[in-house]
C-alpha cells in the first residue's frame, strides 16, 4: 500500500507562483512514476506533469510547459511541482498520484495510488 499525500495549494494572483508537494510512503519509491493532475469544476481530470522517481525524466502537458517543473527528492520520498507565471485557468484541484510501473503515462486510469487533492485558486 502506498500513501500519498498533497501540500502547498493556495490563493494566488496571476502571474504569482506556488509550489506544490507530494510525500509518497513506501520503500519502493524510486520505481514509481509521480504525476500531478488537476480538475477543475465541471471538467474532466487533466494531466499536468509526471516524473520518473528512478531517473527524473519528466513530461509535461502543453499548456504548462516553460511554467510549470516537477522535480523529485528521492532521499525524502518527495516531488514538488513549481508552478509559475500562474494564470486563472490553472485554477482546479490538483492531485498528485503514483504509478508502480516504471513506464510513464499521462492517462489517469494507470495510476494506482492518488492523494485527496489540494486547491490552487488563481485571482486574475
Known amino acids: 500500500q502506498v500513501q500519498v499525500v498533497e501540500s502547498g495549494g493556495g490563493l494566488v494572483q496571476a502571474g504569482g507562483s506556488l509550489r506544490l508537494s507530494c510525500a509518497a510512503s513506501?520503500?519502493?519509491?524510486?520505481?514509481?512514476?509521480l504525476g500531478w493532475f488537476r480538475q477543475a469544476p465541471a471538467k474532466e481530470r487533466e494531466f499536468v506533469a509526471a516524473?520518473?522517481?528512478?531517473?527524473?525524466?519528466?513530461y509535461y502537458e502543453d499548456s504548462v510547459k516553460g511554467r510549470f517543473t516537477i522535480s523529485r527528492d528521492s532521499a525524502k520520498n518527495t516531488v514538488y511541482l513549481q508552478m509559475n507565471s500562474l494564470k486563472p485557468e490553472d485554477t482546479a484541484v490538483y492531485y498528485c498520484a503514483a504509478r508502480t510501473a516504471r513506464v510513464p503515462t499521462m492517462r489517469a486510469l494507470y495510476y494506482d495510488y492518488w492523494g485527496q487533492g489540494t486547491q490552487v485558486t488563481v485571482s486574475s
Open positions: 516524473i520518473s522517481a528512478s531517473d527524473g525524466s519528466t
Open positions: 513506501g520503500r519502493t519509491f524510486n520505481r514509481y512514476i
